[in-house]
């Protein structure tokens, strides 16, 4: 069989395309987590879903200047339904299958001594952090935890106190260039008139990265089709609310409902994993197969019509790649948890 690999560049994300406008933020962070005390910190950045709080994460942990800074840097997604020993896991470089308290001394072991960067990614409950913060030794070497969550409540506590890091809708400025950058810059020239209404449409994105990049994936498998265009700016006007959350969701709706049938059953497969998983592609193959989502195409494998449908939903950005592979064996997608929740939502209304 064939492996998946085969995927558009841009189906790894790269934080800097996704940041416009986050530069300021950014550097206050960086300055946040590289300098300060010597004492174990918790920075938190708190906000709504899709505003880009992963993606600034992200960044942050991948920065050269922040990896020359720790020796040694760990990241793991807590999500509403966790389970302690998963975000341990996630945290080891290693799996096994001792205890949970076996698995919490190994990691505070693994720490121990070293000056430490730590994300912990979608935390919802100052429950879930008492769960896991003993795991994190404080040996005074300027260790930093990064914590990002939809909760003010669950910042502040765990920041002991220190204002978390708030993060802001885009600007119009912001949301146009955002937009621009993912259709104008990249597939290639556009008459004025696409643009007036590419300025239109950034406007009614109500400031959010997610609802803007998926608009973008929408307007980029459309083409130049400007009769099309003007469509999609309607109807995301028509939807336009004060409510960011809610307004995010009807503009990933209408994307959804702009997916070519044979897509939709693909897209709303993603319903039955976890919020948060990370799903083996291959496995993810097998079980379209086998729901028969993967109609026969003359002179192409079943494998070859699954890449298909995979990079349509990745250009649509409605799913990700969370990791480049060769062999195809281990390449793995998953779901932004906004989008997830539009996929429940379609799920159920079937």
Not at 145 to 159: D, K, Q
Not at 174 to 179: A, D, F, P, Q, Y
Not at 308 to 314: A, K, P
Request: hydrophobic share 35%.
């Amino acid at each position: 069989t064939s492996s998946l690999v085969s995927l558009p560049e841009h189906a790894f994300e790269q934080p800097e395309n996704i940041m416009v406008g986050r530069e300021n933020e950014f550097e206050m962070m960086l300055d946040q987590l590289a300098r300060g005390g010597r004492e174990l910190e918790v920075v938190s950045i708190v906000g709504m879903g899709g505003i880009g709080k992963t993606t600034l994460a992200t960044k942050l942990y991948s920065d050269p200047y922040i990896m020359s800074r720790f020796d040694i840097r760990a990241k793991a997604t807590v999500s509403q339904e966790y389970c302690v020993r998963n975000v341990i896991l996630g945290l080891l470089p290693s799996r096994s299958d001792e205890s949970d308290d076996q698995l919490a001394d190994r990691l505070q072991k693994h720490l121990k001594g070293r000056r430490y960067l730590v994300v912990i990614d979608d935390i919802w409950t100052t429950e879930a952090w008492d769960d896991i913060k003993l795991c994190f030794p404080d040996c005074y070497k300027g260790s930093r935890i990064l914590l990002t969550t939809r909760n003010v409540e669950v910042a502040e506590y765990a920041s002991s106190g220190k204002p978390p890091h708030p993060m802001r809708l885009m600007n119009f400025d912001e949301s146009w260039n955002l937009l621009h950058k993912k259709i104008f810059e990249t597939e290639g020239s556009y008459s004025p008139e696409f643009e007036n209404i590419g300025k239109q449409i950034a406007l009614k994105c109500g400031g959010l990265p997610l609802a803007i990049t998926v608009t973008a994936g929408l307007l980029s498998k459309i083409g130049q089709r400007l009769d099309e265009w003007q469509r999609i700016a309607e109807n995301v006007s028509s939807v336009v609310s004060t409510d960011p959350e809610a307004q995010c969701m009807r503009v990933l709706a209408l994307s959804y409902h702009h997916l070519p049938s044979h897509l939709k059953p693909c897209f709303l497969y993603f319903a039955i994993f976890a919020e948060d998983e990370c799903i083996y592609v291959k496995k993810l193959v097998e079980l379209w197969a086998v729901e028969g989502f993967l109609n026969e195409e003359e002179g192409k494998s079943i494998e070859e019509v699954a890449e298909t449908c995979i990079n349509e939903l990745v250009d649509r950005s409605l799913i990700s790649i969370h990791n480049l592979s060769f062999d195809g064996e281990t390449q793995r997608c998953g779901m932004h948890d906004v989008t997830r929740e539009l996929c429940l939502r379609e799920a159920r209304n079937m």
